[in-house]
């Protein structure tokens, strides 16, 4: 009778009882594998790169930070050393969204000599009562023989309802 | 099809979400990033982009870049193994935790993930032992989700009481109620609590629903209700319980299919109809339509048309017929084709594992007939590690081509460094060091001389100095002795003024002088080191750059070794989705060869009755 199979039991089976599958256990115990090769291997296909490319003593990177966001959407970055623009960088909802929830961006990698260089900053988006925004922030920074990293953060300034923009070295 | 299978896809998520939810990833939300490269993981990780989260971390620890978020740092590294489906190294990273902290709230926190990783993966005798060794520090999200996978636990082991008790002392969050509320009325009914457990039901479906999913979940108690007390032979409680469910949703088929048999255990079969054609224009698929197509002609025949049953059984037979014959097309066709490629067409691959589910089924003859099967969790498991391994392998071909561009960057750097060793060498054999320091100090003992004897003719600029030598000489010759004495006067005022000159500015020009003194020492203290580095890098960069070439070769094989072993596992995760689709397109077959048994069975009994014109007999149930 198939009423019998239209009974409480096998509804509450299949909305309770999630299992994996025995046949995959020897395929699934090699796939875990295969994936912690591939991560290994991925570890060190980046330090390669980094270890080739930007190798640390010339190494500088530049991340940024979101701290609330409430008086500032982010649009967009460029980003200036010595007066060269290094990057530009269109940010999607999900990036943002990202950086809002401690997410911290690497925007730039690159080299540089160790000396005395400048940082520029230009970030655009919409300010306070839905404005278009457009602040620009600066650093000058001595580059050592170490990698250097330097932080852009965005916050609000509650006491001024406006956004504010920092940057500041990292040892 | 679309919405039908995520209406499918829709009822296991609910089941499920609870677990699903990412305690530990709310977690690391709170308060401020202090290490950028852990911030930069979190980053990724937001993004749904697990796999460059990990490997960010993982670089990020063994370079030292994560100084203050050592321990978030592991419980994240071990989230995220667990949602790459690496349950081992997980279990290896949260007992690593353990090991190294004494701090008790973080002890609560990876016994906690332990227990969800085994409760993952089945284990749940371990999950339960692990959840056990919680004291009481977790963070109140955590500790409301607890009870709840401590119960889901004990239900997988067949522990109903025990789940009861668990979530009858659950607090937590509203929206999580309603879940809490149906599995405490499924756990009461199954340690047979019937009364209570009916309580919690029909609160539960009596609950007024403030979004879909709340909608689909009172839907779905009211179902098991409807059932439950169709099972205990109370079909007007059934009914009532029964038509609280939505027409459109999930358990609306199954509701519809159980209105008709409470109507026709009321022996209203001709109500019991409305409800049962209604599934008729309904999807061909589904079990409950399947069943419908039998029990219209049933109740036909028990209102005694029987002239009208023979023509809906004959009806229902040819739709199995029909529906076989297109289920042996799809089993022909899957056995030929791609299945595995043709369900991943619609797929996303830029879509991260965690929140994925094929939510889009092309329109192909034999994925027709999978969505049931794709709700299912190991199928969904395996779809899951098919597009992981493809991932991984579009992954490794990139580095392919990546490691090759490296490899010529490093030949074109040791050429470059080549061509450029004459030119440096050149440069650094005209530096010397030592003489820029002998000058350095022939200056200092020339400085110390002049103020030793405040020597004020050493410090005068060299206009002053022209004019002192020219006063000098024309003391020193007979000329100025000779001239009249107002002409010996002038000189004499003029070389006085000059010595006053001097004099006057003697202590700022000393001052002046040491302080460039102090600034070419700090000049020449960098030469030497810079001097040093450069000779270094000279010396060095041949071997660094061999030492990169080496480092490429030994990963090239690697990489390709890996491609080789991903596409074997692709090619057997496939084979093992393909036997399931298999398997499963076979059961519907057999349901569908039983359900025309029955329609068969029941029209020979229709012929017979007709053919004696004996006092009408009663057909038998569908799945009878």
């Known amino acids: 009778m198939d009423m019998k199979r239209m009974r409480m039991a096998p509804l509450l089976i299949a909305l309770l009882c999630i299992s994996p599958i025995a046949a995959e256990q020897s395929l699934d115990t090699r796939i875990q594998d295969l994936r912690q090769e591939i991560l290994h291997l991925n570890r060190e296909l980046f330090m390669l790169e980094e270890d080739l490319l930007f190798p640390a003593n010339t190494q500088v990177a530049v991340f940024l930070s979101m701290d609330v966001g409430e008086f500032f959407a982010l649009d967009s970055v460029e980003l200036k050393l010595n007066d060269r623009v290094v990057t530009r960088y269109l940010y999607t909802p999900r990036e943002v969204d990202a950086l809002l929830r401690g997410g911290v961006q690497q925007l730039y990698l690159g080299n540089l000599r160790s000396g005395s260089h400048e940082l520029v900053a230009v970030f655009t988006g919409k300010g306070p009562h839905d404005r278009d925004y457009r602040r620009a922030t600066s650093l000058n920074f001595e ?28 040892d | 099809m679309t919405s039908r299978l995520h209406r499918f896809l829709f009822a296991t998520f609910t089941a499920s979400a609870l677990m699903q939810m990412p305690a530990w990833a709310q977690e690391l939300t709170a308060g401020e990033v202090r290490d950028l490269h852990f911030g930069e993981a979190l980053f990724h990780f937001y993004q749904n982009d697990y796999f460059t989260s990990l490997s960010r971390l993982l670089i990020a620890r063994e370079a030292g870049r994560i100084i203050h978020h050592k321990d978030d740092a592991e419980l994240l590294a071990g989230g995220l193994y667990l949602q790459f489906g690496m349950h081992d190294e997980a279990e290896r990273a949260f007992r690593q935790l353990l090991d190294e902290s004494s701090d008790p709230a973080l002890h609560d926190r990876v016994w906690f993930q332990l227990g969800r990783a085994h409760y993952r993966q089945g284990k749940h005798e371990a999950a339960l032992t692990a959840l056990e060794r919680v004291e009481g520090h977790l963070p109140a999200y955590a500790a409301a989700e607890m009870p709840l996978l401590q119960a889901q636990g004990n239900m997988a082991l067949g522990r109903y009481a025990a789940a009861a008790r668990l979530l009858e002392d659950w607090q937590g969050p509203a929206d999580w109620l309603p879940y809490m509320r149906y599995n405490l009325g499924v756990a009461l009914i199954r340690s047979g609590d019937d009364d209570r457990g009916i309580e919690q039901l029909e609160a539960l479906g009596r609950q007024p629903a403030r979004n879909d999913e709340d909608k689909a979940l009172r839907d779905r108690a009211n179902l098991a209700l409807g059932y439950t007390w169709l099972q205990q032979s109370d079909p007007q409680r059934a009914l009532e319980m029964l038509q609280r469910v939505r027409l459109e949703g999930a358990s609306a088929n199954r509701a519809l299919l159980g209105v008709g048999w409470a109507k026709s255990a009321l022996d209203d079969h001709a109500g019991a109809l409305l409800p049962w054609r209604t599934l008729w224009a309904r999807d061909r698929l589904d079990g409950a339509v399947q069943e419908s197509l039998l029990a219209v002609p049933y109740a036909l025949a028990r209102l005694s048309a029987d002239s009208e049953a023979v023509s809906a059984y004959q009806n229902a037979l040819a739709a199995f017929d029909a529906e076989i014959r297109r289920l042996d097309a799809a089993m022909s066709a899957a056995e030929a084709g791609e299945l595995v490629d043709a369900l991943l067409v ?279």
């Open chain 2, 346 to 624: 619609a797929d996303d691959p830029e879509r991260a594992r965690w929140h994925w589910q094929l939510e889009e089924l092309p329109l192909s003859s034999e994925s027709r007939y999978l969505h049931a099967l794709i709700a299912r969790h190991g199928f969904q498991e395996g779809l899951g590690h098919y597009r992981d391994l493809l991932a991984l392998g579009r992954h490794l071909d990139a580095w392919h081509e990546r490691l090759e561009t490296f490899g010529h960057l490093v030949e074109a750097q040791v050429l470059a460094a080549q061509q450029r060793a004459p030119v440096v060498d050149g440069r650094l054999a005209v530096i010397d060091a030592g003489a820029l320091v002998a000058r350095r100090d022939a200056l200092a003992a020339r400085l110390d001389a002049i103020a030793e004897g405040r020597d004020v003719v050493g410090l005068a600029s060299d206009e002053e100095l022209e004019f002192w030598k020219l006063l000098e000489e024309l003391e020193a010759g007979p000329a100025l002795a000779a001239a009249p004495e107002e002409a010996r006067e002038r000189h004499r005022l003029l070389k006085g003024h000059l010595l006053w000159q001097m004099d006057r500015d003697y202590g700022y020009r000393l001052w002046q002088q040491q302080r460039a003194l102090a600034e070419l020492d700090e000049q020449l203290a960098k030469v030497e080191p810079r001097l040093q580095r450069v000779l270094e890098i000279r010396a060095d960069r041949p071997q660094e750059l061999e030492a990169l070439a080496e480092r490429i070769d030994a990963l090239s094989p690697r990489i390709d070794l890996l491609k080789d072993r991903v596409a074997l596992a692709r090619t057997e995760q496939a084979g093992q989705l393909h036997a399931m689709a298999m398997t499963w397109l076979k059961e519907q077959r057999q349901r569908l060869l039983a359900y025309q048994v029955q329609a068969h069975f029941a029209l020979a009994t229709l012929y017979d009755r007709a053919a004696t014109a004996a006092p009408p007999s009663p057909v038998a149930e569908p799945g009878s």
């Open chain 1, 143 to 170: 580059k050592g023989i170490g990698a250097q990293f330097v932080e852009l953060k965005i916050s609000d300034r509650v006491s001024r309802q406006q956004p504010e923009f920092l940057v500041r070295e990292w």
